[in-house]
């Protein structure tokens, strides 16, 4: 069956601009996380998603980052006026579980931003 | 909040011998501990897990031992081939909060 699907993989964008970054779940998990990964780093939390309860923001590194899902499904990630430190592999996971810090999450491939 | 602690941060072995990851982490009322393997251009995949009632677990050539007591679990590999090279992350959870993951380690398996 289909995993979890970022787009894009890859982007390169200039200082300053917006970007938006897609994940599509797995059909039927409820739970969807962002990560961040710097290179050669490790996992970064940014957000959590659960069904239609309020997402837990806790982790997004500043005003700039925002995310929503819409109808339980589709999320993005929007990072407005990028700045050279965002660049990083934005991961995107589902999980049939709930709540957060349960059961296995299903990773997608990333999308690779680099902002010159 | 929880911190998690990975060492080391790359590993060498030959092909046949075995690899030990260990971490540590700093909230003792964490219950759950996963393993997740990234190979290069793809997204983590869990490998093993364990929960905080059990001491051990093993799948095959892999095994997770928990130590709760001196908040530590550790992931060994045996007879380790080509194919297990990846970066392997550790993490640590409680129910109703995130997973907090290890900064990685780098394992290379040599022919």
């Known amino acids: 069956g289909a995993g979890v699907s970022q787009s894009p993989s890859n982007k390169v964008t200039e200082k300053g601009k917006d970007v938006e970054l897609r994940c599509d779940p797995i059909?039927?998990?409820?739970?969807l996380y962002w990560y961040r990964q710097s290179l050669g780093q490790g996992l970064e939390f940014l957000i959590y998603f659960q069904g239609n309860s309020a997402p837990d923001k806790s982790g997004l590194p500043s005003d700039r980052f925002s995310a929503e899902r819409t109808g339980g499904s589709v999320s993005t990630l929007t990072i407005q006026r990028t700045q050279q430190e965002d660049s990083a592999v934005y991961l995107c996971?589902?999980?049939?579980?709930?709540?957060?810090?349960?059961?296995?999450?299903?990773f997608g491939e990333g999308s690779r931003l680099t902002v010159l | 909040g929880e911190n998690v602690e990975q060492h080391p941060s790359t590993l060498s072995v030959q092909e046949g011998d075995s690899a030990v990851i260990k971490c540590t982490y700093s909230?003792?009322?964490?219950?759950?501990f996963p393993w997740y393997k990234q190979e290069l251009g793809k997204g983590p995949q869990l490998i093993i897990d364990?929960?905080?009632?059990?001491g051990e677990k093993k799948d095959q050539r892999i095994a997770v031992t928990l130590n709760k007591t001196a908040k530590h679990f550790s992931l060994h590999i045996t007879e380790t081939q080509p194919e297990d090279s990846a970066v392997y992350f550790c993490?640590?959870?409680?129910?109703?909060?995130?997973?907090?993951f290890g900064p990685g380690t780098r394992l290379s398996v040599l022919p």
């Open positions: 909230d003792s009322a964490s219950n759950y």
């Open positions: 059909s039927g998990h409820t739970a």
């Open positions: 996971a589902s999980s049939p579980r709930a709540p957060a810090g349960t059961g296995e999450l299903f």
């Open positions: 993490a640590a959870s409680l129910i109703g909060q995130n997973f907090v």
């Open positions: 364990i929960r905080s009632n059990v």
